[in-house]
């Protein structure tokens, strides 16, 4: 099942949905200056990352996440779940409309349901999140049941995501493939208009009153506009942000986060992206990183702290392990089982029959040759492949450092050119590891699969028992990193910086801004 990652970008045309271009509320008009562009404003088709806290302020969930990943009543007030796991009831809101004014309804989740699975939708994220429990029945005007193949944990936790928010049935219908230009929701702001690479432009939603309960807001947002100015540049978005023409700039430079904070002029938040964090998958396909004493020479020959100083001013915690802490399974009294050690490097490779030729190693005539592909126009990456091409030289590996467009990157891994890539992917649930790690799945970067990785990640999808899925998941990091398949480089965070007078912004769990409980002014 095909899934995008969380980095592209692209859209052809300016989208407004003229029933939604009403006048302005009334309430102050909040900036945000955001790094990357939109590839779409449907949650159900995006693979972006990035767009996610957009859509977490136009669409609402069935629940609402917390950032401890506690899951709350939103669109549906109770639940109930079946003995077997099999079976999930629904209660729903009976006061919910929709920005278009239709009503939101058991038969408006169960059409929400059909069109994610729909495989004219190619759904990316929302039909992955949804596991093996894809079908919906309304069994009342307001109870939704929603049926498994298979018991599946992850289920109410990833029904949080922004890329399961409920989208009017009428708009589905309506603008078919054209809807990511017509974002029609439940959520504190309705969508007015979006120029590609320039801005979204979102209005309060008058009629709001149903936030989760641990936001502690009652009605409307109190903002009246929120305009998410798109500046890719890292400089750009300091300036902007600086001189006022913004009053919170996400994706802070690792060279301004300390300054900026310091300066006592801004505030500042560290909102945890939680699943997999910053992240290269390593080809166990492609010679010469097919062997393991190779794969695993390279994670001893990169000094990953230094990797983060070099490429992001050491602002970020690094990471050893597939999970990012916080997530279930992950432990961080766990022994790094990579630690900078070129003389354990030197020892494999040598073990493995590779010599060291006027500081090169080579074997059968033949230099070890690694390639790093990044997306040329995400310069944190492009600094993270630097970094790591820089270890792997020193080290006496042929390294190179390839920037390529989305399309032409996802291409070189997908098809097993790249020996490794720079990305992230985030989740709620450890089951993320299964998108990376079972065979057949898009994101098999690494091309490898383990049966004994495949029965443990399969097995943890099924326990409701979080004690066990803990130990599980233990086990499936240890399996990943003996097998050198990955290297992990930092925990994800979105750096954010705010001016004095922003309060009451939050984001859920997952790591998505949001802007439904916050206000501007005194």
């Not at 955001?34 to 957009?54: F, S």
């Not at 798109?230 to 802070?252: D, E, K, L």
């Not at 600094?383 to 450092?401: H, K, R, T, V």
Request: net charge negative; aromatic share 10%; hydrophobic share 40%.
């Amino acid at each position: 099942m095909r899934r995008s990652l969380a980095v592209l970008f692209g859209c052809s045309a300016i989208a407004l949905s003229p029933q939604l271009a009403t006048a302005q509320s009334a309430g102050p008009e909040l900036t945000i200056g955001w790094a990357e562009p939109i590839d779409t404003l449907n949650p159900a088709t995006t693979g972006a990352r990035n767009v996610g806290p957009i859509l977490s302020n136009i669409f609402d969930t069935l629940v609402w996440l917390t950032p401890e990943f506690k899951v709350e009543p939103l669109l549906a007030t109770d639940w109930t779940v079946s003995e077997d796991g099999l079976t999930y009831t629904f209660n729903l809101r009976d006061d919910v409309t929709f920005h278009d004014g239709t009503p939101f309804n058991a038969d408006a989740v169960v059409k929400n349901f059909d069109y994610i699975k729909d495989d004219t939708t190619q759904s990316k994220i929302g039909l992955g999140l949804l596991g093996s429990c894809k079908n919906a029945e309304a069994t009342a005007e307001f109870t939704v049941v929603v049926t498994c193949e298979a018991p599946y944990a992850p289920l109410l936790a990833q029904m949080g995501e922004p890329y399961l928010g409920m989208q009017s049935p009428a708009a589905i219908e309506k603008y078919g493939k054209d809807l990511g230009q017509h974002p029609i929701g439940t959520g504190p702001f309705k969508f007015i208009s979006w120029a590609p690479n320039q801005s979204v432009v979102l209005e309060r939603f008058d009629d709001y009153d149903w936030m989760a309960a641990s936001l502690e807001h009652e009605g409307p947002a109190d903002i009246g506009k929120i305009t998410f100015s798109i500046v890719p540049n890292p400089q750009a978005r300091v300036n902007q942000f600086q001189s006022g023409q913004s009053q919170v700039m996400q994706q802070v430079p690792g060279v301004y986060w300390k300054s900026l904070g310091a300066s006592g002029r801004y505030q500042s938040m560290q909102v945890p992206i939680s699943g997999m964090g910053i992240f290269l998958p390593i080809n166990a396909s492609k010679w010469p990183t097919d062997d393991v004493a190779v794969r695993k020479a390279i994670l001893y020959a990169v000094d990953v702290k230094g990797v983060v100083q070099l490429a992001e001013n050491g602002v970020f915690p690094v990471s050893r392990f597939p999970l990012t802490e916080g997530m279930l399974g992950y432990d961080a009294s766990t022994p790094d089982p990579y630690p900078y050690d070129p003389a354990k490097a030197t020892e494999l490779l040598e073990g493995a029959g590779w010599t060291k030729t006027d500081g090169k190693w080579m074997k059968d005539g033949k230099p070890l040759g690694i390639i790093v592909s990044a997306i040329s126009t995400k310069a944190h990456y492009m600094a993270i492949g630097q970094a790591i091409q820089g270890y792997l030289n020193d080290f006496g590996m042929s390294a190179e450092l390839q920037g390529l467009a989305v399309p032409a990157w996802l291409a070189a891994n997908i098809n097993g050119e790249a020996t490794m890539a720079p990305g992230q992917y985030i989740g709620v649930d450890p089951d993320a590891l299964h998108f990376w790690f079972l065979p057949d799945q898009y994101f098999n970067w690494s091309h490898w699969s383990d049966p004994e990785l495949t029965k443990l990640i399969t097995t943890g999808q099924s326990l409701q028992d979080d004690d066990k899925r803990r130990e599980i998941y233990g086990e499936v990091q240890k399996i990943i990193m003996d097998n050198a398949v990955m290297m992990p480089i930092r925990q994800n965070i979105d750096l954010t910086m705010m001016a004095p007078d922003v309060k009451g912004m939050t984001y859920s769990g997952g790591g998505f801004q949001y802007f439904g409980a916050a206000s501007l002014g005194e």
